[in-house]
């Protein structure tokens, strides 16, 4: 079995999983989003699809490994080339419907809303002034960024005042405003790395310093854990609600007893996660895309 790879570039992650396939008897291709090629002749032939000089048609599978920063045309464009090779039968993962459900925290924090599971309360609009009612209405807020990740953007304000002066840059942009409650909690969170039907590794992330930002790629400590049963079944519902075969989920213990689902990353890198645990999360992507192509 072939498996294309897209990605931005090649690494870590492109190399884990190039070593996953070849030690299951399967090849890959890494190819960076940048060199797709859709053709659109004439005379009856059909539409193709390559990345340089491979035909994307001629794979078993396509894993999306990440969908690289661009305008909002290449990004579309993206998405839309895995749509395609969907429609014609190819095997994408994660597929494209659960990538766009992820990258927006808006769709994902109604879905996990939808599916019974608890989310901070959030409050999401255009207007300057709706957003500045949220936050008197909420006191202690996170504002981030519709589109992001790795705690990047992320700020955190409780004065109206400052708030105002956040929301008036956000403003300059054109971006939407997200607003959630803050959310008291020791200084940690719990990443859950679903793939298929089971959760195949966990960590708890503890904030620097007694700060509230967890995310190892800002300074988080992590250590894995065992999840208890009834948070393994709330990163799979989480994954199952945006529809990604994998995921990474993450979970916040408050300290009034409630657990909350936070955010699911439906192209999340596992990096942190393989450094604390002894499970090879590569093979694990792997065997669950094979399995998909065979079944």
């Known amino acids: 079995m072939h498996v294309a790879i897209l990605s931005a570039r090649t690494g870590w992650h492109t190399d884990e999983l190039m070593r996953a396939l070849a030690a299951r008897g399967h090849s890959g291709s890494v190819m960076p989003y940048e060199a797709l090629i859709a053709r659109v002749a004439s005379h009856g032939r059909p539409v193709s699809l390559a990345a340089g000089a491979e035909r994307l048609l001629d794979a078993d599978a396509v894993l999306a490994r990440i969908i690289p920063n661009g305008s909002l045309e290449q990004i579309i464009y993206r998405v839309d080339a895995l749509h395609w090779l969907e429609d014609r039968g190819i095997r994408v993962m994660n597929s494209p419907r659960a990538i766009e459900r992820c990258v927006d925290k808006f769709y994902t924090s109604a879905l996990l809303h939808e599916a019974g599971l608890d989310t901070p309360e959030t409050i999401v609009c255009e207007r300057i002034d709706d957003a500045m009612d949220a936050i008197r209405e909420m006191r202690d807020v996170i504002v981030k960024p ?139 992507i792997v065997d669950h895309l094979v399995s998909g192509v065979s079944a």
Do not use: K
């Open 146 to 284: 519709l589109f992001g990740s790795m705690g990047h953007g992320m700020v955190r304000v409780s004065d109206p005042e400052t708030a105002f002066r956040v929301f008036r840059a956000i403003e300059m942009t054109r971006a939407v405003f997200y607003v959630q409650r803050v959310i008291e909690h020791d200084g940690c969170d719990v990443r859950a790395f679903v793939v298929g039907d089971r959760v195949v590794a966990a960590m708890e992330r503890r904030a620097r310093d007694g700060g509230w930002r967890t995310n190892i790629s800002l300074g988080g400590e992590g250590r894995t854990i065992d999840l208890p049963p009834d948070w393994c079944r709330m990163a799979l519902t989480a994954a199952r609600a945006v529809g990604a075969d994998y995921a990474g989920v993450d979970l916040l213990p408050a300290r009034d007893g409630t657990t909350y689902v936070l955010e699911v990353n439906g192209i999340p890198g596992w990096s942190g996660v393989q450094a604390t645990t002894s499970a090879d999360v590569a093979g694990a």
